[in-house]
């Protein structure tokens, strides 16, 4: 099984061939095609994580939407006080 973890968002992902992932706030249109950093690599029994033969590993990704999730509600509450605070926010 081949796979690589990517740094992608701010985040670490694993990802495959083939495989559909959701990122945040990757920069692009729809269509486009990404590079994304590899920071391990794993084929097979070979485990990849040395920088020099990594910066020549190529992870590329295309962007298929852009998408948005839910909206998130946001109650603060505390008893007896009187204290009720609300946010709406919509997901980063």
């Given at each position: 099984?081949v796979?690589?973890?990517?740094r992608?968002?701010g985040?670490q992902?694993k990802?495959?061939?083939?495989?559909l992932?959701t990122l945040?706030?990757v920069?692009g249109e729809?269509?486009?095609?990404?590079?994304?950093?590899?920071?391990?690599?794993?084929?097979?029994?070979?485990?990849?994580?040395?920088?020099?033969t990594?910066?020549?590993?190529?992870?590329?990704?295309?962007?298929?939407e852009?998408?948005?999730?839910?909206k998130?509600?946001?109650?603060?509450?505390?008893?007896k006080?009187?204290?009720k605070?609300?946010q709406?926010?919509a997901?980063?």
């Amino acid at each position: 099984m081949v796979y690589a973890i990517v740094r992608a968002g701010g985040r670490q992902e694993k990802v495959s061939v083939g495989d559909l992932v959701t990122l945040d706030r990757v920069a692009g249109e729809a269509g486009s095609t990404i590079q994304l950093p590899a920071l391990l690599l794993v084929d097979g029994d070979k485990v990849t994580s040395d920088a020099k033969t990594l910066a020549n590993v190529k992870v590329t990704a295309e962007i298929i939407e852009d998408l948005r999730g839910p909206k998130i509600s946001i109650m603060k509450y505390k008893n007896k006080t009187g204290y009720k605070k609300r946010q709406a926010s919509a997901p980063s």
